[in-house]
């Protein structure tokens, strides 16, 4: 299987998921105050995951794409491959073995 390699905005992302869950968290419990301009801050990190989150199928859809361009191909050369035993067999009796 070929795995891909995290991109440093991979890191970016996850570091502001764990950010966000963990302000969320101090916020419940009462840890943290913030005046109300600051408390829109996690929604801009909500944004920016869903950018994310948006950059990650894109990718996942042109991988998918190729798959099946790979899987198109290959059913071509099994045809091809058929069609060739299938002029073999024409040309060559003794090889027709059918039980």
Same mark, same amino acid.
């Given at each position: 299987?070929?795995?891909?390699? @995290?991109?440093?905005?991979?890191? /970016? ?5 764990? @950010? /966000?869950?963990l302000w969320?968290?101090? #916020?419940?419990v009462?840890? /943290?105050?913030?005046?109300?301009w600051? *408390?829109?801050s996690?929604l801009f990190?909500a944004?920016?995951l869903?950018g994310?989150?948006m950059s990650k199928l894109?990718r996942?859809t042109?991988d +998918?794409?190729?798959?099946?361009d790979? +899987? ?6 099994i045809l091809f491959? #058929?069609? *060739?035993?299938?002029? /073999? #067999?024409e040309? %060559?009796?003794?090889?027709? %073995?059918q039980r």
């Amino acid at each position: 299987m070929n795995y891909k390699k @995290f991109s440093a905005w991979d890191y /970016i992302a996850w570091g502001i998921l764990v @950010f /966000i869950v963990l302000w969320l968290i101090l #916020k419940v419990v009462g840890v /943290i105050n913030t005046p109300l301009w600051l *408390e829109y801050s996690p929604l801009f990190g909500a944004v920016y995951l869903a950018g994310w989150a948006m950059s990650k199928l894109d990718r996942v859809t042109d991988d +998918i794409k190729e798959v099946k361009d790979e +899987i198109k191909s290959s059913k071509d050369e099994i045809l091809f491959v #058929k069609t *060739e035993v299938e002029n /073999i #067999k024409e040309k %060559c009796s003794q090889f027709d %073995c059918q039980r």
